[in-house]
């Protein structure tokens, strides 16, 4: 138990339990009953303590106090949305460890700055534009492809 339960509730304190609540009731935690029942018990809450026991079977405790002066409360860590994936055994094979490559620009720019060149000096003709075209979207495609 919290040994800071007997202190006075303010209506910040029951503002955040309220909203608390109310994402609890969001997420399918509580009925409107339950949520109406709790509300109502929040506004009429005199200390920590009973605040406290509104939201004891909820995942996420509100923090109460932020609005006392020279109190900082430690920031609760937030719940992630899903489970982290297991860490990947070690290994001293690198052939076996996952690579991640970031997408170079370079692979588009370089055809592109060709083409420009050979239109504006007038040495492609009009039909070789579409083919240059169609052959740079395929590579592109195909490096892709092998990417992943």
Do not use: N
């Amino acid at each position: 138990m919290a040994t800071d339960d007997p202190i006075r509730a303010s209506d910040a304190d029951r503002d955040v339990v309220v909203a608390a609540l109310r994402e609890a009731y969001t997420a399918g935690r509580l009925d409107i009953e339950e949520f109406d029942e709790r509300m109502s018990a929040a506004y009429a809450s005199k200390t920590w303590g009973d605040l406290r026991r509104l939201t004891i079977d909820l995942p996420t405790q509100p923090l109460l106090g932020t609005d006392v002066p020279g109190r900082h409360p430690e920031p609760q860590a937030p719940m992630p949305l899903h489970r982290p994936l297991p860490a990947p055994a070690p290994t001293d094979d690198p052939q076996e460890l996952p690579v991640r490559r970031r997408r170079s620009p370079i692979g588009v720019l370089i055809p592109l700055a060709v083409w420009i060149l050979l239109v504006s000096h007038g040495t492609l003709a009009p039909g070789m534009v579409f083919l240059f075209i169609v052959v740079v979207v395929l590579v592109s495609i195909s490096a892709s492809i092998r990417r992943h």
